[in-house]
């Protein structure tokens, strides 16, 4: 087991399963829990430092989050996005042993999904649990709400 995220919750190797249309939704990887925690960030803080941020000397700060896109325009879920989220959650629930639970997401208490708007990508995003994506795992960003 591997630390996967800011949340806690560790990540583990998924072995495949030989069969294609199974195989084909797996990312090689799964939570390492049954319990996931979920919060709707209300601002960009929450995520720590943007990637090359540099501090007032021009020296590259080291960025505790990969990627630019909770940075990049973004904004929290709307209520009918968050309802549809909650909705998703609990038909997931409904068939499997998966529980998701809400917080607050602040500086430094963080879910292992956290779902929200952003502008980069243009389109959605979401970084699953693995070693490619680091602190951004569990992270979804929807692309521009019109």
Not at 45 to 58: E, L, N, Q, R, W
Not at 74 to 85: G, I, T
């Amino acid at each position: 087991m591997a630390k996967s995220n800011t949340a806690g919750i560790g990540f583990e190797a998924v072995t495949p399963s030989g069969i294609q249309n199974i195989d084909g939704i797996l990312n090689a990887f799964k939570w390492d829990s049954l319990n996931l925690t979920y919060s709707f960030p209300t601002a960009s803080d929450v995520y720590g430092t943007p990637p090359d941020t540099k501090d007032a000397s021009g020296n590259l700060l080291s960025s505790n989050y990969p990627f630019k896109d909770p940075f990049n325009g973004f904004s929290p879920l709307n209520p009918q996005q968050q309802a549809e989220v909650v909705r998703a959650f609990k038909l997931v629930e409904s068939y499997t042993k998966l529980t998701f639970t809400p917080i607050t997401e602040t500086n430094t208490t963080h879910a292992a999904i956290r779902l929200a708007n952003s502008k980069e990508p243009a389109t959605s995003v979401g970084y699953t649990a693995g070693t490619d994506y680091g602190e951004a795992a569990g992270t979804f960003s929807s692309g521009p709400v019109p």
